[in-house]
C-alpha cells in the first residue's frame, strides 16, 4: 500500500550510525512556531532512530506527548547523564547554558525570529553552523552579529502533510475566514479585520491563545475555512491545508494575498514580518480580499505542498548535523579562549539591562570556569602522561634504530672485506695467467729461432701449396 503524502518512512531512509541529539528551547508551553519546531524536529529524529533530548526551562502539555515518543524532557542539565554528540540551540540563552556544559559537543544555532532576544546567535567556538528559517532571519545574522553568510544555512520550517491533509475544492465565493495566531486579541486591528469580512459576507473566527482559543492540533480546523490570516507557520500550514492566505499579522501588520506568482517569494520570508509593510485597515484588508481566487490559491498551496513538506526541512537539518558530527566530533577549545568567550557573553549580558540575571550567571559562569580549569588540569595530566609515554617509545625505536644501523654498518663492512678479498685472488689469478701467457710466448720464440724450424722452412711453404687452405710459415 502507498504511503499518504507527506508521510514519513524514517526506517527505510535511515543512514549511519544513530546520534544522541540535544535540543534547547526556552520553553514548550504556548505552541508557538518556534516550539511546534522544536516538538516536530525531535519527534522526528526520534522516529529516525536517534536518541533525543529536549532542554527547555519549563515544559507544558507537550512534554507528555514528547515523552510518550520516548523522547527525554529535563530542565536540568545535570540531569543528563551522556554526552551528546550534536546540540541544536533554538534560543540564545538555552544554547549557551547547553554548550557551556558539554564544553566540547559542536552546536548548530538556529534563528527563528529577526528581532526577539532569544534569536540572538550563540557566538563560541563551539558553534560550527549558523541556521536560519528564512532569508529575514539571515540577514539578521550577517548585518548584526557579522556573521558570514557562507557559515549560514537556509533551512526552512517544513509542514506535516500527514497531519494537514488538503482540503477540498475552495468554493468560487468564499464564505467563511480564519485569523490564525497566537498573538491576535480583541482589539482595534481585529475589528479591522472583522469589518472588512462583514462587507464582503464573510464570516470570521480567531485561532490562537491570545483570544482564549486556543487549539492543541489546528489541522482539522484549517479545512473548514475559505480564507486563513496568518504569517510565519500559521500562514505554511493554512497554504497546505489548501486555504487562502493573506500574510497578515494582528500586531506587525500586513502584506499581500498569497497567489501563485508571489508564493515562492513569500516563502523564502517565510511569510513573517518582512512582508509585513501595511497597516491593517479595513480597506487594505478588503482589497486583498477582494483577489481572492480559488484556481490561484490551489496552484498556490499545490507549489507549498510540493516544496515544504517536514521531511524536506528535517531531512535537511538532519543532514546538516550529521555532517557537523562528522567533521567535528570533538570541540577542543583552549581555556583561554573558553574564559574569554564566558567573560564576552556575561559583559554583554549585563550590557543589555538583565543585572539580577546577571549576577547569576556570573556565579554559574564562574563554577563552570573553576569546572573547566579541573577537566584542562585533568586533560593536561593526561596528555602528560601520553608524552611521557610516547618518549619512552621514541627512545625505545631510537635504540632499536642504532642496532639496526650497527648491524647494517657491520653488514656493510663485512661485504666489503669479502669484496675485497674476491678482488685481490682475481688479480692474482690475472697475474698467474700472465705469468703463464709469457711463459708461452718465449716457449713460442724459442721454436721460431731454432734450427728445425728454419730447415723446415721449406717443405712447409710446399705442403701450403699442396694443401691451399693449410696453416702457412
Keep these: 500500500m502507498t504511503p499518504p503524502e507527506g508521510a514519513s518512512t524514517p526506517d527505510s531512509t535511515q543512514s549511519g550510525k544513530p546520534l544522541h541529539i540535544l535540543l534547547a528551547m526556552c520553553y514548550l508551553l504556548h505552541r508557538t512556531g518556534a516550539e511546534m519546531f522544536t516538538r516536530d524536529l525531535a519527534m522526528w529524529l526520534r522516529r529516525r532512530g536517534h536518541a533525543v533530548t529536549v532542554f527547555a526551562t519549563a515544559f507544558g502539555d507537550m512534554a507528555n506527548e514528547l515523552r510518550f515518543a520516548s ?36 552546536v548548530i544555532t538556529i534563528c527563528h525570529d529577526r528581532s526577539d532576544d532569544h534569536g540572538r546567535p550563540a557566538q563560541f567556538a563551539q558553534v560550527v ?10 540577514e539578521r545574522l550577517v548585518h548584526e552579529f557579522g556573521i558570514e553568510r557562507e557559515r549560514i544555512e537556509l533551512i526552512q520550517n517544513g509542514v506535516d502533510l500527514a497531519r494537514f491533509p488538503r482540503r477540498g475544492e475552495l468554493p468560487s ?8 495566531s497566537n498573538y491576535a486579541s480583541h482589539n482595534d486591528q481585529l475589528e479591522e479585520i472583522r469589518a472588512a469580512c462583514v462587507q464582503r459576507g464573510l464570516s470570521l473566527d480567531v485561532i490562537g491563545s491570545g483570544t482564549g482559543n486556543h487549539l492543541p492540533d489546528p489541522a482539522e480546523a484549517l479545512g473548514r475555512y475559505d480564507i486563513v490570516f496568518g504569517k510565519g507557520r500559521c500562514a505554511t500550514e493554512a497554504l497546505c491545508t489548501g486555504n487562502a492566505v493573506m500574510v497578515l499579522d494582528p500586531v506587525w501588520g500586513m502584506g499581500e494575498m498569497v497567489t501563485a506568482a508571489n508564493v515562492e517569494h513569500s516563502r523564502r520570508w517565510n511569510f513573517g514580518r518582512a512582508l509585513l509593510v501595511r497597516p491593517i485597515t479595513r480597506e487594505n484588508v478588503g482589497a486583498e480580499l477582494d483577489r481572492y ?18 521531511d524536506v526541512t528535517l531531512g535537511a537539518l538532519e543532514d546538516c548535523v550529521r555532517r557537523m558530527v562528522r567533521q567535528h566530533p570533538v570541540i577542543e577549545v583552549p581555556a583561554g579562549q573558553r574564559s574569554d568567550e564566558a567573560a564576552r557573553y556575561v559583559g554583554d549580558w549585563v550590557r543589555r539591562g538583565y543585572p539580577s540575571a546577571a549576577h547569576l550567571s556570573i556565579a554559574s559562569l564562574h563554577q563552570q570556569v573553576a569546572w573547566m580549569q579541573q577537566s584542562f588540569n585533568e586533560h593536561q595530566q593526561m596528555y602528560q602522561a601520553r608524552i611521557e609515554q610516547l618518549q619512552v617509545e621514541a627512545a625505545r625505536q631510537q635504540a632499536e634504530a642504532a642496532k639496526w644501523q650497527a648491524e647494517t654498518q657491520r653488514q656493510l663492512e663485512q ?36 734450427r728445425s724450424w728454419r730447415v723446415t722452412g721449406p717443405l712447409r711453404r710446399i705442403s701450403t701449396l699442396v694443401q691451399p687452405n693449410g696453416p702457412r710459415s
Design 129 to 138: 553552523r549558523h541556521v536560519a528559517v528564512d532569508e529575514n532571519c539571515a
Design 173 to 180: 465565493r468564499p464564505r467563511t475566514a480564519l485569523v490564525f
Design 415 to 450: 661485504s666489503r672485506a669479502d669484496a675485497d678479498a674476491r678482488a685481490a685472488e682475481a688479480q692474482h689469478q690475472t697475474h698467474q695467467a700472465r705469468a703463464e701467457l709469457a711463459q708461452l710466448q718465449a716457449q713460442l720464440r724459442e721454436v721460431y729461432a731454432s
Design 293 to 310: 481566487d480559488s484556481e490561484d490559491a490551489a496552484k498556490a498551496a499545490g507549489w507549498m505542498r510540493s516544496t515544504g513538506g517536514l
Design 71 to 106: 523522547i527525554a524532557c529535563v530542565t536540568d542539565l545535570v540531569d543528563i547523564g551522556a554526552r551528546p554528540d550534536a546540540i541544536v540551540g533554538n534560543t540564545h540563552q538555552e544554547t549557551v547554558r547547553a554548550l557551556m556544559h558539554f564544553h566540547d559537543v559542536p
